[in-house]
């Protein structure tokens, strides 16, 4: 009994600890307005994603550009090259037709990511997922 006493105060030690924890995380974020997913895309980055095509982007663009949609642009030598975020191309996903993943399956499914020899495999993994995921 008292194993199990002992072991509901740790619970309740980490629980406050995590929450204490992800709250000055976000108060951090906040303060240097990092609250945005930060990765931007390149157009020529966009024809390796799913369901796209070099075609299929440039001619999304286009229209987009053309029914006043703007995307973010920055300097590259002489020229402007785009700089897109993870709005931007939900939206051309959203502007191609491509259902979404939460659209498409009504229930939620769980990935194990395994890996017994250690190192930062999974980290990359897990994280390159849920950014993935993130998305659509």
């Known amino acids: 009994m008292e194993n199990i ?3 509901r105060k740790v619970a ?4 406050k600890l995590l929450t204490s924890l992800s709250e000055s995380i ?3 974020k906040e303060e240097l307005k990092l609250t945005e997913f930060y990765q931007e895309y390149s157009k020529a980055a966009l024809y390796k994603l799913p369901k796209l095509s070099k075609g299929s ?3 999304a663009v286009a229209e987009m550009e053309a029914s006043g ?5 920055k300097p590259s030598g002489n020229t402007m090259k785009y700089a897109m975020t993870i709005q931007n191309v939900i939206d051309l996903y959203f502007h191609r037709k491509v259902p979404k993943y939460r ?7 769980t990935i194990f ?3 017994l020899k250690g190192g930062g ?3 990359v993994s897990t994280a390159s997922l849920s950014h993935a995921f993130r998305a659509h």
């Open 121 to 123: 495999s999974k980290t």
């Open 57 to 59: 982007v440039e001619y």
């Open 5 to 7: 006493e002992q072991l």
């Open 12 to 15: 309740t030690r980490a629980g």
């Open 103 to 109: 659209d498409r399956f009504d229930k939620a499914f």
């Open 26 to 28: 976000r108060q951090q």
């Open 113 to 115: 990511v395994c890996n």
């Open 69 to 73: 949609y703007i995307f973010k642009k």
